[in-house]
């Protein structure tokens, strides 16, 4: 083992320089969802492993492979969350919060799974989700889907496509599931290692395999919507036209199963051509019936997470990458009294500016040191403080990019000033 410190494989840090745009995504991402009328959530990293095995399923590769599952000194089976919405079920039932209305909440936050690290793929990464508990109406899976394309939009992202499906309910998913087994037991010498395994553990997940020689078989499988019974059909009409009346497009993906166990009826993803195989952005879809299977009253809810890194390499091969551009100022300072002056008027500024990035020097070197600094912090404007100045009570402020002059006037006018620029 080497000595060399380093972080464990597949947990990045997320250094200074690359935590504006992230800052900035999140925030983007969370004003929209609060004025959609979402309220945050925030549940704990560590669960019961037990939460996690009832609300995702046995048979899925999340708790057959992908957990950090550890016993604690009493005993206990704990789990670091590799999703958020079991955490959130648990939540919503320990505290009955159901029992007040419908419950819209979002979340943010590091999910751990034990994958292959590769681009997209991490052991640890971010999600940012949201669910909503308390109705079966398919204007909610409509609306969750407004508040991704409304994401999009802002960001202009482009290649990304809605590919949309229904599972129909739990009794329709059984009986499909049995065609499903006959068909693919019927072909069982064409099946790979993995969809052998899974013909008995979660047939509906070999309609998702990546594996390019399985293509015709699945291609020629009996369709789930087929066996989907009539009230699911009607809430999937429902929801394609509350779609077409916000123009959003989508397409039909019939092979649309998703990994979980949880999901019924609505089953959706956002996925994008433009990163290789992790090309799922954003997923989701219902689960009518988790919330009473983890021992809740009965509860329909739907929710999608959408992961935060896929999301910003897309906007990096996209060239979207664009942070908020919030003006800043550099404090040049010369001399100890100026050095005394530079906290004071910092101080002032933050309080009349407060979204103005003040950056004060340090290091107290030449002016020409100084200047090269605020060049280097990319800083829009300088504010200089020398004997000059601090004699006459005034400040010079420098305009760092353009062509414009610098002046010398009072902190007061020098206030207003900056304010007009902002
Ligand atoms: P995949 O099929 O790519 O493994 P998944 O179905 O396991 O995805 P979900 O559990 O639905 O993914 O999680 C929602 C989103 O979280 C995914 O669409 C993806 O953007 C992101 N995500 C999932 N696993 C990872 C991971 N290991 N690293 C980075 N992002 C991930
Ligand atoms: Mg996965």
């Known amino acids: 083992m080497s000595n060399k410190i380093s972080a464990v494989r597949g947990m990045n840090d997320c250094l200074p320089q690359d935590c504006d745009l992230w800052l900035s995504l999140e925030k983007i991402i969370f004003d929209i969802f609060i004025t959609y009328g979402f309220k945050n959530i925030r549940t704990p990293i560590v669960e019961k492993t037990n939460t996690f095995c009832r609300a995702i ?7 057959e492979k992908e957990m950090y599952t550890w016993t604690d000194a009493s005993g206990e089976s704990l789990s670091l969350r590799p999703e958020n919405t079991a955490g959130i079920v648990r939540a919503m039932i320990e505290h009955n919060l159901p029992r007040t209305g419908i419950q819209k909440v979002f979340y943010q936050g590091a999910m751990f799974r034990h994958e292959r690290p590769q681009k997209g793929r991490y052991r640890q990464f971010h999600q940012i989700g ?5 109705t079966d109406n398919a204007k909610t899976d409509a609306e969750l889907i407004a508040i991704t394309y409304a994401l999009w939009q802002h960001l202009c992202l482009k290649n990304i496509t809605l590919e949309i ?11 499909y599931r049995k065609v499903l087994v006959e068909y693919f037991t019927k072909h069982k010498s064409q099946l790979d290692a993995d969809s052998t395994r899974r ?11 990546k594996n390019t020689n399985l293509q015709t078989l699945i291609d020629n ?7 989907v019974d009539k009230s699911c059909i009607q809430h999937f009409e429902q929801f394609k036209t509350y779609l077409e009346c916000m123009h959003i497009p989508y397409v039909i993906n019939t092979r649309l199963v998703r990994g979980l166990d949880y999901y019924n ?7 994008t051509t433009d990163l290789g195989t992790q090309s799922t952005i954003c997923a989701g879809g219902r689960y009518d019936n988790l919330v009473e299977q983890m021992g809740g009253k009965a509860c329909p809810a739907v929710g999608f997470a959408l992961g935060l890194e896929r999301l910003i390499l897309l906007l990096k091969t996209q060239s979207l990458l664009t942070t908020k551009n919030t003006l800043s100022i550099y404090i040049v300072a010369l001399g100890d009294k100026a050095q005394l002056k530079s906290l004071q008027i910092a101080e002032q500024l933050h309080k009349t500016l407060p979204n103005l990035i003040i950056y004060n020097d340090i290091a107290m070197g030449s002016f020409k040191a100084q200047f090269k600094k605020a060049d280097k912090a990319n800083a829009d404007f300088a504010i200089i403080l020398a004997e000059e100045e601090l004699n006459n009570k005034q400040i010079s402020i420098k305009p760092l990019k353009g062509q414009g002059k610098q002046k010398t006037m009072s902190l007061t006018n020098a206030l207003n000033y900056l304010k007009e620029q902002l």
């Open 265 to 271: 009826r609505t089953v959706f993803e956002w996925t």
């Open 221 to 227: 499988a009996p369709k789930l919507i087929e066996y």
């Open 57 to 63: 399923g046995q048979a899925t590769d999340i708790v």
């Open 130 to 134: 949201a669910e909503v508990f308390g």
């Open 165 to 175: 499906n229904t599972l129909g309910s739990s009794e329709s998913r059984a009986n």
């Open 199 to 209: 013909l008995k553990t979660n047939p509906l997940r070999i309609l998702d395999s």
